[in-house]
């Protein structure tokens, strides 16, 4: 059958060459004449309305048959989004541009009016289109197990012979909050902080898988020094009586923390801590040498806890006596005092930072004062 010769299937008349297939052109039909096509031809299809579940508490919407986590504060961006990805434009349209200027009804319900341009067989066609979305809130799976308490592992933060520190409370609940956003970068929609509570003796944290709370507990001793032990509970039995265990890692943090000043069991004098991973290092107040805790001792050598540095306070420096002591200030009486010289004084110094404890007296280095770390 030659071009010239085509007859349009539905009425029957005669196809002009021109009408026919284009070169380059995806025709859907394309033997009918340009008024049978055009008879029912819609340049955009759109779904009557458009209904977007989102969670009212983390902003998550339902997708398929799953929520997922969008970075949009606002439902309009949300309501253009899923329009766009609804509607469907004829595929020989060329030359497509559209427009959407969202009208907001109420709190719910958008009216999303699109209008569209394109050219089908040579006509430049345009085609406006409402559709309507309608917001609806949910609560979305993550949220409701929040909401329900559920968790699956346990990190309890505490410390050896001490309760932790606020600074380390607050840091191993930032830790818990930082794991938890680094899965959720990676898309992990089950991993939540479902509580944070303080304790008597330290901070608990409820967790919402067991890999979450081993990771907090590891980075948290990586920090801070310390061991964790872990321990299971059976809580329950899944649907194919697999048994479900609940673990909880027990942080304990070292007994002693950097800068605080300890008095060891052994007579060579009081040292200032300077680290509590592995074996307690620090460095002899009296002299200035270092220390390090035996292998056995780990980070919890027998000894008692004198102050810290910032309870030192700084005082003049009255003079070097010779190698082994100077005389300072005492700060709280004013009398001048003999005292051990650790090697790290600076004889040329107008004042040293002092820690008076019930030690007595002892010089501390410059650089343990907090102000100059
Ligand atoms: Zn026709
Ligand atoms: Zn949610």
């Not at 321990?231 to 070292?254: F, S, W």
């Not at 923390?257 to 060891?264: A, L, Q």
């Not at 220390?291 to 980070?299: L, W």
């Not at 700060?331 to 051990?340: F, G, L, M, Q, S």
Request: proline share 5%; hydrophobic share 30%; with cysteine.
């Amino acid at each position: 059958m030659s071009e010239s010769r085509a007859f349009c299937p539905r009425c029957g008349d005669p196809v002009a060459e021109r009408e026919g297939l284009r070169p380059g052109e995806a025709r859907s039909d394309p033997n009918l004449c340009d008024a049978c096509y055009f008879e029912d031809f819609d340049l955009v299809d759109a779904p009557e309305r458009i209904e977007v579940q989102v969670c009212s508490r983390c902003g998550a919407v339902h997708r398929g048959n799953r929520w997922v986590d969008v970075d949009a504060r606002d439902y309009t961006d949300i309501a253009i989004e899923e329009v766009s990805k609804s509607l469907g434009v004829h595929v020989d349209a060329t030359e497509v541009s559209w427009q959407v200027d969202p009208e907001q009804v109420d709190q719910n319900t958008i009216r999303m009016h699109c209008y569209f341009t394109g050219i089908v067989r040579d006509t430049p066609l345009e085609e406006d289109i409402v559709v309507p979305v309608k917001i609806s809130r949910g609560t979305c799976d993550r949220c409701g197990r929040i909401a329900g308490d559920y968790y699956a592992s346990i990190v309890q933060i505490r410390a050896a012979d001490r309760t932790p520190t606020t600074e380390e409370v607050e840091r191993a609940e930032a830790i818990a909050n930082e794991v938890v956003a680094e899965m959720e970068d990676t898309g992990d929609r089950n991993a939540f902080v479902t509580d944070a509570s303080e304790t008597d003796d330290g901070l608990n944290l409820k967790v919402s898988t067991n890999k979450i709370g081993q990771k907090i507990a590891r980075k948290t001793v990586e920090e801070f020094g310390g061991t964790v032990g872990d321990y299971e509970t059976l809580v329950t039995e899944d649907e194919d009586g697999n048994e479900v265990y609940r673990v909880t890692y027990a942080v304990r943090l070292p007994p002693f923390r950097p800068g605080d000043v300890i008095d060891t069991a052994d007579d060579d004098g009081p040292v200032l801590v300077r680290s509590v991973q592995g074996n307690l290092k620090g460095t002899r107040v009296t002299t200035g040498e270092a220390y390090e805790a035996s292998f056995e001792d780990g980070d919890a050598p027998e000894a008692r806890k004198l102050g810290t540095v910032e309870d030192a306070e700084e005082t003049t420096l009255v003079t070097v006596e010779d190698e082994n002591a100077v005389q300072v200030l005492d700060p709280e009486t004013y009398r001048a005092e003999t005292i051990a010289r650790p090697d790290y004084v600076d004889p040329d110094a107008d004042t040293v930072p002092v820690l008076k404890s019930r030690a007595g007296l002892h010089v501390l280095p410059e650089s343990a004062t907090p102000d100059d770390e």
